[in-house]
């Protein structure tokens, strides 16, 4: 319903290599602004361009993003293959650290909810 805001390629950054799966993120829900069901990282983000990441739209339009968290841009360089489940990914999450990426993505992440 959104093409130019929904997206359909996103630039991640999986230890294990490529192609091993596609690219998860927990988006919450956007009824009440990502408020109650916070967003999460699931799988990592990249920032081989230095502090952004690359998104390819639904409308065939692609835009570098730049993370402005400093625990999302530690989450998109490591190169730990175990980081979804440990200490790199928690920090990502917290909510002391900042969630402004987080909820960009969740906002232009397509669900039902969210089309």
Do not use: I
């Amino acid at each position: 319903m959104h093409p130019s805001d929904r997206m359909l390629w996103v630039e991640e950054c999986d230890g294990r290599g490529d192609n091993l799966g596609s690219w998860f993120f927990n988006p919450g829900t956007p009824q009440d602004n990502f408020q109650t069901e916070k967003p999460s990282w699931v799988d990592s983000p990249a920032a081989f361009h230095g502090v952004t990441s690359t998104f390819n739209f639904a409308d065939g339009h692609a835009e570098a993003h730049k993370w402005v968290n400093a625990s999302t841009l530690f989450f998109a360089k490591s190169l730990d293959q175990n980081k979804a489940g440990d200490y790199v990914s928690q920090t990502a999450n917290d909510p002391q650290n900042g969630t402004e990426d987080l909820y960009w993505v969740a906002t232009h992440y397509p669900t039902v909810n969210n089309p």
